[in-house]
């Protein structure tokens, strides 16, 4: 158990450019979490994959934003046309269980993709 | 709209000293409550969670925390504090259900002093 990895640590990156994150989970674990938390904030709720079906998304996920999950594996975030408030750590989180008592479910989180964009 | 509140964003104890860190929430429905803890440039740790069962739930290093539903708080204790305790540690619930995303407090930032 690797635990989850995400990629690149940090980026920066002029405002108006592209960039994309990648998110590896814990093998096996079939829901995957992607979070945002700015300076001083906790964590907020950006989207959730089961499996390879985003399921939810947040309202702070504007259209700049995707998300992907291919063949249910690893997960990308891409930002097009990335503005200064994007600048945040962006937080990927694993689990697995059974669908029962979803709440008593432990995420776990990477270590984080730190964005700064200039 | 359900709400995670965390009393004080600093917190600064004397090594040895007691540790308590506040968490109070917002909804008419008992959540499944967490703490979790976070070291510089790291991701973050679940220190421990309450689900069912027992209301005063041990973790790890130490910690525990106390569910009391007549008072809707979660708080986190620590009877003798480390240095190595200094990080930032956040409370969050979630409601389960077919997402069960982690609705997170602002985060208390504790100094641990010599």
């Known amino acids: 158990d690797t635990g989850v990895s995400q990629n690149p640590r940090h980026k920066i990156t002029k405002r108006g450019q592209n960039v994309t994150f990648r998110c590896d989970p814990i093998?096996?674990?079939?829901?995957l979490y992607w979070y945002r938390q700015t300076l001083g904030q906790g964590p907020e709720f950006l989207t959730y994959?089961?499996?390879?079906?985003?399921?939810?998304k947040s309202r702070l996920l504007s259209d700049r934003f995707s998300a992907e999950r291919p063949k249910g594996s690893f997960s990308t975030l891409e930002i097009q046309r990335t503005e200064q408030g994007d600048s945040a750590m962006y937080l990927c989180?694993?689990?697995?269980?059974?669908?029962?008592?979803?709440?008593?479910?432990?995420?776990?989180f990477g270590p984080g993709t730190r964005l700064l964009v200039l | 709209a359900q709400s995670v509140t965390q009393l004080g964003s600093h917190v600064s104890v004397s090594e040895g000293a007691l540790v308590l860190l506040r968490c109070n929430y917002s909804?008419?429905?008992?959540?499944?409550l967490f703490w979790y803890v976070q070291y510089p440039n790291q991701g973050l740790q679940l220190l421990l969670k309450?689900?069912?069962?027992?209301?005063l739930v041990k973790g790890i290093n130490g910690f525990e925390a106390e569910f009391k539903k007549s008072e809707t708080s979660f708080h986190l204790t620590k009877p003798s504090a480390h240095m190595s305790d200094a990080a930032e540690y956040f409370c969050?619930?979630?409601?389960?259900?077919?997402?069960?995303?982690?609705?997170f407090g602002t985060g208390t930032l504790l100094a641990v002093q010599p």
């Open positions: 989180a694993s689990s697995n269980g059974p669908l029962r008592d979803r709440g008593k479910e432990t995420q776990y």
């Open positions: 093998s096996e674990h079939n829901r």
């Open positions: 994959f089961q499996n390879e079906a985003q399921l939810e």
């Open positions: 909804s008419s429905v008992p959540p499944y």
């Open positions: 309450y689900t069912t069962g027992a209301t």
């Open positions: 969050a619930v979630s409601y389960g259900g077919a997402t069960n995303k982690l609705i």
